[in-house]
């Protein structure tokens, strides 16, 4: 497993933050901390992703949103809400934007649609790529540590965690035999 994530890990950081990411680079910071992938090309990697990603859906929004509106009516509440997040916070929108989980490709397409320069998003957007990429990278590399304490405490556990998940299944079906034990006397009357 080690050698298929070695070898393909990189451009799977790069596929998995093109469209959202946080997940995968995660799982591409803990990696390094284990030694499969290095950190700084996992972060080079999720920063090239996220950047060309954001801009291919800055793109489209500024090309086809209007259209993909009409096709798709119910995006246009999400599209109304990120358009006033954008109007009340300006520059600090499109900095954070990528930190609000599931909302990124959205705000992208909102981007598009508004009236921010592309240039001026494409400048703000590295900016937000170089230092989300960074910060959820190192993240998951840092969080390799607190991975490595739990599975070592976790195997001084298992036996007893599997032997009360034992016991509490037998009682609950236990439980559900007397219940239904009880109703079915209580419904023929005896």
């Known amino acids: 497993m080690e050698d298929l994530i070695g070898q393909w890990g990189y451009l799977a950081i790069v596929i998995g933050t093109f469209f959202e990411g946080e997940t995968v680079l995660v799982l591409g910071g803990f990696a390094a901390h284990q030694g499969v992938l290095r950190l700084d090309l996992v972060i080079a990697c999720a920063f090239a992703g996220s950047f060309c990603g954001d801009q291919v859906w800055f793109w489209f929004g500024r090309r086809f949103g209007r259209r993909w509106l009409d096709a798709h009516p119910g995006k246009v509440p999400a599209i109304e809400r990120v358009t006033r997040m954008l109007d009340r916070w300006g520059t600090w929108f499109v900095l954070s934007f990528r930190f609000l ?90």
């Open 101 to 190: 989980y599931g909302v990124r490709s959205v705000s992208t397409v909102a981007l598009g649609l508004s009236s921010i320069s592309a240039l001026r998003f494409a400048a703000l957007n590295l900016i937000s790529a170089a230092v989300w990429a960074g910060a959820v990278g190192s993240l998951g590399y840092l969080s390799g540590n607190a991975v490595e304490a739990v599975l070592g405490r976790l195997q001084y556990w298992e036996h007893r965690i599997l032997v009360a998940l034992a016991i509490a299944a037998a009682i609950y079906v236990i439980h559900l035999l007397v219940r239904r034990y009880l109703h079915n006397r209580t419904s023929t009357g005896a």
